[in-house]
T-cell receptor, first 114, second 113 residues
């Protein structure tokens, strides 16, 4: 089945540590996205990538980094510079260009700083 | 960048009541509009979308939404809700020919049996 796989489902991090969240898709989608979901704030865009080896900052990119070395993969690193990293992180993908038929979402990773 | 406002944070209805969830967006150009639903413990799913043409769009599970350009609105409606409609609903917008989507804060719908 085609879809998006996010791993791990739950992640615990000590303060001061970097941690990387995985996102893999087999939908042959060009574009991929990372969102952060907090209660009462909806989804906020962290980073997005429309093609391999290219990505753009979203609205809340500070404290995060990404790479897009392969079409299928778009990992997100939460760095120690992120002041409040505890949240639910969602990865999504879509076909590129003007024909945006909406996103396909992964099942999310819940990150908790301990 | 475009932005979205959802007016209702939490809506509580009885089964068979009619539903309307408000959504307003802020962007000066042409937009694509979406409603997503997140059932408890599940992925976000697309309910319906508007790109062009008839401003009244129908989606899955009996939902519909109307795009009113003059009001920058895209409200979601359902004539008669069911207990299984209990979920969180998100309105979203992309600028035309652009893929980065902005979401509203979400509206939690609770339907009492």
């Amino acid at each position: 089945d085609g879809g998006i796989t996010q791993s791990p489902k739950y992640l615990f991090r000590k303060e001061g540590q970097n941690v990387t969240l995985s996102c893999e898709q087999n939908l042959n989608h060009d574009a991929m996205y990372w969102y952060r979901q907090d209660p009462g704030q909806g989804l906020r865009l962290i980073y997005y990538s429309q093609i391999v080896n290219d990505f753009q900052k979203g609205d809340i990119a500070e404290g995060y980094s990404v790479s897009r070395e392969k079409k299928e993969s778009f990992p997100l690193t939460v760095t120690s510079a992120q002041k409040n990293p505890t949240a639910f992180y969602l990865c999504a993908s879509s076909t590129g260009g003007a024909s945006n038929y909406g996103y396909t979402f992964g099942s999310g990773t819940r990150l908790t700083v301990v | 960048a475009q932005s979205v406002s959802q007016h209702n944070h939490h809506v509580i209805l009885s089964e068979a009541a009619s539903l309307e969830l408000g959504c307003n967006y802020s962007y000066g150009g042409t937009v694509n509009l979406f409603w997503y639903v997140q059932y408890p413990g599940q992925h976000l799913q697309l309910l319906l979308k508007y790109f062009s043409g008839d401003p009244l769009v129908k989606g899955i599970k009996g939902f519909e939404a109307e795009f009113i350009k003059s009001k920058f609105s895209f409200n979601l409606r359902k004539p008669s809700v069911q207990w299984s409609d209990t979920a969180e609903y998100f309105c979203a917008v992309t600028a035309y020919n652009n893929n980065d989507m902005r979401f509203g804060a979400g509206t939690r719908l609770t339907v009492k049996p």
